[in-house]
């Protein structure tokens, strides 16, 4: 099987879009979990191994797309878990997307506010902030995050949500690539 050919091509990036709605769904999980742990504190740490837990997934299905379907030389293994990662996000920015369109109502605002109000989060950020107003700054970072519409708060975690895939694409491909033999 050569790297160039078409249905090489055509196979690879459909199985990265088979993954990557895995991975994606372990992204919008994370995601879920980070919001609702802000007023349940224990979910915030299942969130956070939901989605460190997401890079071991990958890895185990690019390493078993190698095994049972084709050789994955590093350059089409790079190609593929960028692929399944960008799958990810986008599917992860949908679910955000859903969330602040529908189901958030300001509850995050709120609960941001309400966290800035106790005494050691305002001295913290004082001291992150020495000589400026806090209350003035976080009321307007606030207000902005507030009247952000959710299609442009959707862009903006697009926006990390692939820089994120582009910053793990390589590892993971590092870590499941056919070795070439006599190594």
């Not at 837990?53 to 990958?58: E, F, K, Q, R, W």
């Not at 990662?85 to 189901?103: E, H, P, R, S």
């Not at 499941?176 to 190594?183: L, N, V, W």
Request: with cysteine.
């Amino acid at each position: 099987m050569t790297d160039n050919s078409f249905s090489d091509r055509r196979q690879t990036r459909a199985f990265a879009a088979y993954y990557g709605l895995w991975v994606g769904m372990f992204w919008a999980a994370s995601f879920l979990l980070t919001v609702y742990s802000i007023s349940h504190p224990g979910a915030g740490g299942l969130g956070l191994l939901i989605g460190l837990g997401s890079l071991p997934l990958a890895v185990w299905l690019l390493r078993g797309f190698r095994q049972s379907v084709a050789p994955l030389p590093l350059r089409r293994a790079w190609y593929m878990a960028w692929m399944m990662f960008i799958g990810a996000a986008l599917l992860c920015t949908a679910a955000q997307y859903v969330y602040f369109a529908y189901f958030d109502g300001g509850q995050l605002v709120r609960a941001y506010s309400d966290i800035m109000q106790q005494p050691e989060m305002h001295d913290m950020v004082q001291q992150m902030m020495p000589g400026q107003d806090v209350d003035a700054v976080m009321n307007e970072a606030l207000t902005a995050f507030s009247t952000t519409p959710p299609s442009q708060l959707a862009l903006q975690f697009m926006f990390w949500n692939v820089l994120i895939a582009t910053f793990f694409a390589f590892p993971t491909a590092l870590f499941s690539f056919t070795r070439p033999k006599g190594d």
